[in-house]
């Protein structure tokens, strides 16, 4: 098969947002990602490129330590087009994982941000894993992000 043809790199994730403000200061404050540019698009571009029928959206990029890219996008008919499924479960949810050094002094700091832990951490029971402890957290707009703190 052509190399072509291959996607060869994840660019950036993306989240859809309620507020704009308030997503970058949990990225930023919360978890320590640099914002990187905002902007506003707006016309038949977004219904163009995304299908959705929306006269604009505000966006921003926020850069982790590792280089990782989280571009946050708010609608401005986003009340208009429905929310994230509220549970880990649902079809159609999905969560991003996060490497962290100290699951706990995380957890602290992004329950003062707003988003609370869906449970408990857990350390991973077997497989290449072992030990690793895990734990989901959600935020406002039901974004759920994985913490992961291994076991070194």
Same mark, same amino acid.
């Given at each position: 098969m052509n190399s072509n043809h291959m996607v060869h790199a994840v660019d950036h994730i993306g989240f859809a947002v309620?507020?704009?403000e308030e997503a970058i200061r949990f990225w930023t404050i919360?978890?320590?990602?640099?914002?990187?540019?905002?902007?506003?698009?707006?016309?038949?571009?977004? !219904?163009?490129?995304?299908?959705?029928?929306?006269?604009?959206?505000?966006?921003?990029?926020?850069?982790?330590?590792d280089g990782s890219r989280v571009?946050?996008?708010e609608?401005?008919?986003?009340?208009?087009?429905g929310i994230t499924p509220p549970t880990a479960s649902a079809i159609g949810s999905a969560h991003l994982a996060l490497r962290v050094?100290?699951?706990?002094?995380? !957890?602290?700091?992004?329950?003062?941000a707003g988003w609370k832990a869906r449970g408990k951490p857990q350390?991973?029971?077997a497989g290449p894993r072992k030990e690793t402890l895990v734990v989901y957290v959600t935020g406002p707009d039901h974004i759920t992000l994985e913490?992961?703190?291994a076991n070194e």
């Open positions: 309620s507020s704009l919360g978890l320590g990602f640099t914002l990187e540019r905002q902007s506003e698009m707006g016309g038949s571009f977004i !219904l163009q490129v995304t299908g959705t029928a929306d006269p604009r959206v505000r966006t921003a990029i926020v850069k982790g330590p571009e946050l996008l609608y401005s008919q986003g009340d208009r087009h050094q100290d699951i706990y002094a995380v !957890l602290e700091r992004i329950e003062q350390a991973i029971p913490l992961m703190q």
